[in-house]
């Protein structure tokens, strides 16, 4: 399957899936549910502690800073990859893509950045802001999602390509292989093409809801 047929149809899928108003809903076809909505099958903590990770009312949550990285027990290679969030004010989080179980997830994998992008008490470097390939890849332009409200991702990873939307806005579409020759030797997961997908609790609570994924076949 070529890159830009997939992700044509899954830009497609966006327009016609409409948005979760609910946790625990069922997987649009040909997806899988990666959290269960009662508990943390399926998933293991990185570098941080498991007694802050709950689930409760079929929303996954980390009450604050030290979760550390909520990885797959799986691994994955292409996928689709949506899910929904929810911050609180200064809250900071991200979702780890192909990365190993062992180091920083963001850089031995890669980081897709979840933040308070209007609430964050600081200044925000361009590849820090929501949708970013965490300090590789900006986004085309800055999220503004109010705090409290669910939003909705979606990433397509094929290859070395890479969509991510959120709220149906594409705010990144790139290809990764376009940045290993500055990046590599600090990210040397832009290479990877395969690991465990994550979740991060980085400061604040943050909450998701629908993680569902689909392989994409090689």
Known sequence: MRYGLAVGAVL???GLIQIPSASGQKPPEGFTALFNGTDLTGWKVHNGKIDLWGVKDGILFCEKAGGGWLMTEKEYGDFTLSLEYR???GSNSGVALRAPLKGDPAYQGMEIQVIDDAGWPGKLEPWQHTGSVYAVIPPKKFLEA???QWQFMMIVL???KILVTVNQEKLVE???????EKYGKSHPGLTRTDGHVGLQSHSNRVEFR???IKPIEK
Do not use: E, H
């Open 12 to 14: 497609a899928l966006t």
């Open 87 to 89: 911050l609180n004010k």
């Open 146 to 148: 109010p705090t409290g």
């Open 158 to 160: 094929k290859g070395s």
């Open 174 to 180: 790139d290809d990764l292989a376009k940045y290993v």
């Open 210 to 212: 629908n993680v569902w």
